[in-house]
């Protein structure tokens, strides 16, 4: 079964190497036919710290690092304007 692959900015440093990465996928509103934005926040595996808010990243699934921690960073795709 292929892992799942998240792409997303992030809002938060959530302590040490792990980071808050918010996700936004475009879906069609079933009444409206109107395309609207939906968004969720997961929280990343960053083992050498080196994410910083606003920096746009790729995520893989992984086995559970903690309660709510299943994802690792993969790599920064685009860095944050500082």
């Keep these: 079964m292929p892992k799942r692959q998240i792409q997303g900015t992030v809002i938060k440093k959530a302590g040490e190497k792990t980071a808050t990465v ?3 996928r475009r879906v069609l509103h079933p009444r409206y ?3 609207v934005k939906r ?3 997961y929280l990343v595996h960053d083992e050498r710290n080196e ?3 606003g920096d746009t990243v790729l995520a893989i699934e992984c086995r559970p690092l903690s ?3 299943s994802f690792r960073l993969v790599e920064i795709v685009k860095r944050g304007e500082v």
């Design 39 to 41: 968004f969720k926040k």
């Design 22 to 24: 918010l996700v936004e």
């Design 33 to 35: 036919h109107k395309t």
């Design 67 to 69: 309660k709510n921690k």
């Design 51 to 53: 994410t910083n808010v």
